[in-house]
């Protein structure tokens, strides 16, 4: 058997790992609990169920189309001030936000939100986990997105409880400096590039293969015109629309007639799922290979919209959400590992910023689809049941990826 590298004391990756992990569980994991606020945020602004819907395509979409821009700043460094500079935003745009005075209002300081998220949230993560990860970069990058599901857990039941007690503006805007003061030394202390800026390797070794000290741009077309990068950026962006529909779980469960507080453990049920599914997938990538991980996340994922479109009450409801959360949640670690296998690690933050743009269809589409049925027939089984059909098809794309040999350099 071989034996593993020998690893460095004081290896920094580690650090980096959980201190994006927090910064992504108090960034693009503060919408988590939307759909707690969804209902008064309708009762209050008299707005249909498909417009109180938008928050989740808000983000997504902000989020993806800055990555066609940050991508290719994030190769080229400077991480650290981009995600200080992201934290003030999100502070600022959701304290303005809970003070709004119409929905209108509400969307586009939440997009403005949505612009400090993506500075400091889950791309500029990958980009600096490819670059201190080679043989761990699976575990490295699920570990990384353990903060998001403490904070599915967390969140959810904290928000309804503090709508009870200072109504949803307050707890919004408690929420969001309560996020900027933890976040903020961390991030200021703990971020580095590359670990060649600290004179060490990646993975912790002891030696390492040279590391270019020079970046690179690739143009679109070198994506574009792979047939991987499309069948890897469409079977993710399927695979993760599974999370964006399960928005309207919270008022899925209130349709049923369960009340808020006891609807508001939805989403905790499907964070601790994916907390599992994160942790099993980024070790599954590492040790199993690509396609007997896929194969398993989707296969756990249809399992739980089956359930949840069987009648199966509270706790049959719970335990639905955590399978679609497992096998929904495995998902998030596996886009950078798919594409700095296929196009490198020096360029992966333009590759993933691409493949997010080029999935943005399907991330906005997805939760205003399930809307717009539940505001047509009242009900959401219909939206529900079509996602097994989702999970089917992003697992055939997926399956369908021809990964090369070896990882290509930057040369």
């Not at 507080?261 to 994160?278: D, E």
């Amino acid at each position: 058997m071989r034996q593993a590298p020998e690893t460095a004391p004081g290896f920094a990756g580690w650090r980096i790992v959980w201190t994006v992990s927090l910064a992504q569980g108090l960034g693009p994991a503060l919408l988590g609990p939307a759909g707690v606020f969804m209902t008064p945020m309708q009762d209050e602004f008299g707005a249909s169920r498909a417009a109180v819907s938008l928050g989740g395509p808000i983000l997504a979409s902000v989020m993806l189309l800055m990555g066609l821009v940050l991508g290719p700043r994030l190769d080229r460094g400077s991480i650290r001030r981009f995600m200080l500079v992201g934290l003030a935003i999100m502070a600022a745009s959701l304290i303005g936000l809970s003070r709004a005075g119409s929905l209108q209002s509400v969307g586009l300081l939440l997009a403005l939100a949505s612009v400090g998220m993506s500075l400091y949230g889950i791309l500029p993560a990958q980009v600096l986990l490819v670059n201190w990860f080679t043989r761990l970069r699976g575990r490295a990058l699920a570990l990384s997105t353990v903060g998001m599901s403490v904070s599915g857990f967390l969140l959810p039941p904290l928000s309804a409880l503090l709508i009870a007690q200072v109504g949803w503006r307050d707890a919004i805007a408690l929420i969001a400096a309560t996020a900027a003061m933890i976040c903020v030394v961390p991030i200021a202390r703990f971020i580095v590039d590359r670990p060649e800026d600290l004179g060490q390797h990646p993975d912790g070794d002891r030696e390492g293969r040279a590391v270019p000290t020079t970046t690179i741009r690739r143009s679109p077309r070198h994506f574009l015109g792979s047939g991987n990068f499309w069948l890897i950026s469409l079977g993710m962006g399927l695979a993760l629309a599974s999370l964006a529909v399960t928005l309207h779980l919270v008022p899925f469960a209130l349709s049923l007639g369960f009340p808020l507080q006891r609807a508001a453990w939805l989403p905790t049920a499907l964070s601790m799922g994916s907390l599992f599914g994160k942790l099993l997938g980024g070790y599954s990538i590492d040790r199993l290979g690509h396609r007997i991980t896929v194969a398993s996340l989707l296969s756990v994922q249809g399992i739980g919209w089956i359930l949840v479109t069987s009648e199966p009450g509270y706790f049959g409801l719970l335990a639905s959400a955590a399978l679609i959360g497992f096998g929904s949640g495995g998902f998030l670690p596996l886009p950078p590992v798919y594409l700095a296998a296929c196009f490198g690690p020096r360029v992966v933050g333009q590759a993933v910023g691409l493949s997010g743009a080029a999935t943005l269809p399907l991330q906005i589409a997805a939760p205003l689809l399930v809307g717009a049925q539940f505001d047509r027939v009242g009900s959401y089984l219909p939206a529900f049941e079509a996602m097994l059909g989702v999970s089917f098809l992003a697992a055939v794309l997926l399956l369908c990826v021809r990964l090369p040999a070896s990882e290509p350099s930057a040369d």
